[in-house]
Each structure stands twice: as structure tokens, then as C-alpha cells.
């Protein structure tokens, strides 16, 4: 195991609250490589090939960090905010250079937010983001409202109507992702596919609220996570496999009660489960995650550490060669068993 320590950040950070004195998200770049942390008001990312820090860069506000992700090019990481005082009227978005370890820009800035407003009507939080397989944008999702795609180096936003609205059926937009260059859309009620016009919807069913992530082909997603039953709120555990030429899907089940999924592989074809802690806590909480090996049907558990310390988020590279794991003062980065 590696230790990445950041205690030198934890001695700077007098002024955050419990929930933010802490490591608060942890993202992979696509090969591995490259590892982004937001930790104590800072966002850091680290070389794992010598477990150096590559930039540390102060994010300029006391809010929290809900998740991060990079830009295809690995040039920058787009960190996405929590509680905004009111929907679509912050910045929600902080995109950061890391060439010139600054913050770029905050989005949606003041000129964008006029149109997002009516997108949103101050009533919508950001339920879901991606950023495009180009990297020179990011698409969000604003609950049932629709959807916005910001420019990440200039001022263009583009706003359209959801799938919900459109098929004006309830429930939120809870997750978004390429498949190739088809934007694919996750709802509370099935899945969608941008067609440029319009929405196509390959799947109606209740999906599970966890990870959605493509192949790398881009002929099939896997979507794994926790769902109640259309009657009644008994709940299903597992993976969904969908092919997007017909819509054909096929679940597998796992005893998952507890666990979070946290990671799919590249060619999606194993789903990364954990028990990681929400909230901060110093109790000792042992880190347990599973694999959930798609085309066997295997569920097991590949690694559990049991070090005096919290766990308090969870990350699998898309290799599924590597675990980092947010502690109190540090993160730890095992290597994961085939």
C-alpha cells in the first residue's frame, strides 16, 4: 500500500467545518495515471508512478466538494460543488487548469446564469454531469428541469428540454455519459439516447442509482446500483447490462446491502463495489471492497483493510488495477488482486 499523506493540509485548513476537514472526493483519469483529491479546501492531484504531488490548488470557498472528474486530455479537473445557497444562481462548477495550477473559472458564470435560471427555476440542483469525450465541454443535468452544456474554455451554454419533460413523465435526470460521442441519459425512468432532436428512450425500467459507464466501444453500458420494485419498496441489488442497438437488457443480482458501487471497468465488464463513510467519523471503519465480475456472475470481496482509521470516500481506477481510499489525514492506494 501506498500512503499519500496530507497532513500538511490539515494544519492549514483551521476555519473548515467537521464535514469539509477531511479528504471529501477522489477521482481517477482514465489511464490510471493520475490521481485528483479534494482535501481541506484544496484540490491536489497526484502522479502515482512515484506518488508525487503533480498540483495543489486551493478552491477559493468553504463549500463542500461533491465529486470530480477529468477532461479526457487530462488537463483539467472539473470539480462539482454542494450545497449552493440558491439553484442555478452560484457557481457550480470549478474547473481548474492544471498545467497552471489556478483555477480557471467558475460555472455557470454571471452572463450563462440568466438562461440557466430558466432551465432551472430555482428550483433545480445539479443531479448529474459529464464531461464531453472532447473535453471542451461539460453536460449537466438539473433534476426533472432539463439540461445545460457549458463551454469549459469559453462562454457558450446550450440548453435543452430533458427526456422527462419531453416525455412528461416525473422524476430526475440522475446520471449522464458518452457512449462514443451519444450522449446517453440515465432517468428515474429507464434510459435515453440523444438523437440531436430528440430522445430515445432504449430502456424503461427501474434502474439502480449507483455508477452508469460505457464500454469502450460504446455498444453497451452497465449501470449497477440499488432499486426498489415498481410495486411495493422492496429493493434489487446488481448490475444492469444494456445493449444500446436494441435495448436488451440483462441484470444480475448481488447481496450488496451496505455497499456502494463505486467504479466500472473499462469494458465494463466488472462493477467495483465499497463501504465507504459518508460522513466523517474517527471511528475505526475497515475498508471492504467487492468485485462483481459481470460475465461470471461472481460477486467477492478483493480487499479489506482494517487500519485504525476512517475511510471517508472511495475510488477504483478504470483498470480496476488500483483502490484509493480517502482516510482522515491521508489517502491509501492498494493495489487490487485479478
Known amino acids: 500500500?501506498?500512503?499519500?499523506?496530507?497532513?500538511?493540509?490539515?494544519?492549514?485548513?483551521?476555519?473548515?467545518?467537521?464535514?469539509?476537514?477531511?479528504?471529501?472526493?477522489?477521482?481517477?483519469?482514465?489511464?490510471?495515471?493520475?490521481?485528483?483529491?479534494?482535501?481541506?479546501?484544496?484540490?491536489?492531484?497526484?502522479?502515482?508512478?512515484?506518488?508525487?504531488?503533480?498540483?495543489e490548488v486551493p478552491l477559493g470557498t468553504k463549500r463542500g466538494v461533491r465529486s470530480l472528474g477529468f477532461s479526457a486530455d487530462g488537463r483539467r479537473v472539473v470539480v462539482a460543488l454542494a450545497d449552493e445557497p440558491r439553484p442555478g444562481d452560484a457557481a457550480t462548477l470549478?474547473?481548474?487548469?492544471?498545467?497552471?495550477?489556478?483555477?480557471?473559472?467558475?460555472?455557470?458564470?454571471?452572463?450563462?446564469?440568466?438562461?440557466?435560471?430558466?432551465?432551472?427555476?430555482l428550483r433545480e440542483s445539479l443531479t448529474a454531469w459529464v464531461v464531453t469525450p472532447s473535453g471542451e465541454a461539460v453536460v449537466t443535468g438539473w433534476g426533472r428541469?432539463?439540461?445545460?452544456?457549458?463551454?469549459?474554455?469559453?462562454?457558450?451554454?446550450?440548453?435543452?428540454?430533458?427526456?422527462?419533460?419531453?416525455?412528461?413523465?416525473?422524476?430526475?435526470?440522475?446520471?449522464?455519459?458518452?457512449?462514443?460521442?451519444?450522449?446517453?441519459?440515465?432517468?428515474?425512468?429507464?434510459?435515453?439516447?440523444?438523437?440531436g432532436a430528440s430522445w430515445r428512450r432504449v430502456a424503461k425500467e427501474t434502474f439502480g442509482r449507483g455508477v452508469l459507464v460505457p464500454s469502450r466501444d460504446g455498444a453497451r453500458v452497465v449501470i449497477a446500483g440499488h432499486a426498489p420494485r415498481r410495486l411495493g419498496q422492496v429493493f434489487r441489488s446488481g448490475g444492469w447490462i444494456l445493449k444500446l442497438a436494441d435495448g436488451s437488457v440483462n441484470f444480475d443480482p448481488v447481496k450488496a446491502e451496505g455497499m456502494a458501487p463505486v467504479a466500472v471497468t473499462h469494458d465494463a465488464s466488472r462493477v467495483w463495489w465499497a463501504k465507504p463513510v459518508e460522513r466523517f467519523t474517527t471511528r475505526p471503519v475497515p475498508l471492504v471492497v467487492h468485485c462483481h465480475d459481470l460475465a461470471a456472475g461472481t460477486f467477492a470481496q478483493r480487499l479489506s483493510d482494517a487500519k485504525k482509521a476512517a475511510s471517508t470516500c472511495v475510488a477504483v481506477d478504470p483498470t480496476g488495477d488500483t483502490v484509493a481510499f480517502g482516510r482522515l489525514k491521508s489517502i491509501g492506494v492498494f493495489a487490487l488482486s485479478p
Open 145 to 195: 428541469a432539463g439540461l445545460a452544456t457549458f463551454a469549459l474554455t469559453g462562454a457558450g451554454l446550450v440548453t435543452r428540454e430533458s427526456p422527462l419533460n419531453a416525455e412528461s413523465s416525473p422524476g430526475d435526470v440522475v446520471a449522464l455519459t458518452f457512449a462514443g460521442s451519444t450522449l446517453v441519459c440515465q432517468t428515474d425512468d429507464g434510459l435515453y439516447v440523444d438523437e
Open 94 to 121: 470549478v474547473v481548474v487548469d492544471l498545467a497552471a495550477s489556478a483555477v480557471e473559472r467558475g460555472l455557470p458564470e454571471e452572463p450563462q446564469r440568466a438562461a440557466l435560471r430558466d432551465v432551472t427555476r
Open 1 to 55: 500500500m501506498t500512503e499519500l499523506d496530507l497532513d500538511d493540509l490539515a494544519r492549514s485548513s483551521r476555519g473548515l467545518s467537521e464535514e469539509r476537514a477531511r479528504v471529501e472526493s477522489l477521482a481517477f483519469d482514465r489511464t490510471g495515471r493520475w490521481l485528483a483529491a479534494a482535501a481541506f479546501g484544496v484540490l491536489v492531484v497526484y502522479d502515482l508512478r512515484d506518488a508525487t504531488r503533480h498540483a
